[in-house]
């Protein structure tokens, strides 16, 4: 899927974004583009790409809409894992809008009219807590700013695919886990655990 394609992720130095940048490498992608606000904190996450000569490193931010807006319409397929996550929504509800919500439209608007397929990465917190088992069909009901930001940008995908033709995927990630992800804070439950366990 990824063989000759030009391959961008938004987010790119984060922990999901630099594994998808790794596997596009290794899928034969013509080049991957990535793109982060925060290269230098997360620099360590990009070390096995930096010596390949497909790979673009590009320091910017989702809500520039006059930075990113090339950058996606040159690119075959845009993996958009980008975001203000759980935690940091909480502290800074203006990022996360900004981030999740201003971020998805900037790239979703760049889209448009072109053949870059866009998939979104979302969140299992767009369905809210619940008791019980949520079925692939549970009627998202978010408790979070982040929840409500993720949801309205998967609202976004849907409303531009289907307007506007564009292509758009939408992944909703639970609990991701692996190398290179923190496992300080509230985030990673999975790691969290496994490391408190290792300290026993
Ligand atoms: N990790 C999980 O378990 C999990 C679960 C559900 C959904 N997700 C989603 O998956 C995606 C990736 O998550 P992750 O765990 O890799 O997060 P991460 O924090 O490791 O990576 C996100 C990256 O986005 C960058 N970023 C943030 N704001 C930006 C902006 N305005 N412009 C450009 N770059 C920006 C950050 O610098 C970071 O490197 C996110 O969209 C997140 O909502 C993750």
Do not use: W
């Amino acid at each position: 899927m990824l063989k000759d394609k030009v391959v961008c992720v938004t987010g790119g130095a984060g922990f999901i974004g630099s594994h998808i940048a790794d596997r596009a490498l290794r899928e034969n992608a013509r080049k991957v583009i990535v793109v982060d606000n925060v290269i230098a904190s997360r620099q360590k996450n990009l070390r096995q790409l930096l010596a390949d000569k497909r790979v673009v490193i590009v320091p910017g931010d989702v809500r520039d809409v006059d930075f990113i807006t090339p950058i996606i319409q040159k690119s075959d397929i845009v993996f958009h894992e980008a975001a203000s996550k759980l935690v940091a929504s909480l502290k800074n509800p203006r990022t996360d809008l900004g981030t999740n919500i201003v971020g998805t439209f900037n790239v979703l608007m760049a889209a448009k009219g072109s053949d870059t397929h866009v998939i979104h990465a979302s969140t299992g917190s767009v369905l809210g807590s619940c008791d019980t088992a949520m079925k692939e069909d549970f009627h998202p009901r978010p408790s979070t700013l982040y929840g409500i930001s993720k949801l309205t940008a998967e609202r976004y995908c849907v409303f531009f695919a289907k307007e506007f033709g564009v292509k758009v995927s939408i992944l909703r990630y639970f609990h991701v886990f692996g190398p290179r992800q923190d496992y300080y804070g509230e985030a990673g439950v999975i790691n969290i655990f496994l490391s408190r366990i290792l300290r026993n």
